[in-house]
Nanobody
């Protein structure tokens, strides 16, 4: 069982920025597309952004133009730079592969956007 470790969440005002990090074991980082997901209270977990091994990115419409996903292959780390944050971005953010590996879910990192 492999678990991913997310970090970088916190409380930020609307319009602010945060950068999330996710460290993944090389056994999956080098094989799979990596992705960020989020889940807010009362909602199902949704795909936010994805990046292939070759660096091709895709985003949910709700974050396009505000969020940027990237990966550092030397550190087995995937990042999510979040700018112009809105209250509706409040959620627990998780990283995982795409398709999802259920056994790899980590604890996530809480992002709260509030004034």
């Amino acid at each position: 069982q492999v678990q991913l470790v997310e970090s970088g969440g916190g409380l930020v005002q609307p319009g602010g920025s945060l950068r999330l990090s996710c460290v993944a074991p090389g056994s999956i980082f080098w094989i799979y597309t990596m992705a960020w997901y989020r889940q807010s209270p009362g909602s199902s977990r949704e795909l936010v952004a994805q990046i292939t091994r070759g660096g091709i990115r895709n985003y949910a419409d709700s974050v396009k133009g505000r969020f940027t996903i990237s990966r550092d292959n030397a550190k087995n780390t995937v990042y999510l730079q979040m700018n112009s944050l809105k209250s509706e971005d409040t959620a627990v953010y998780y990283c995982n592969t795409l398709p999802i590996d259920v056994a790899s879910w980590g604890q996530g990192t809480q992002v709260t956007v509030s004034s």
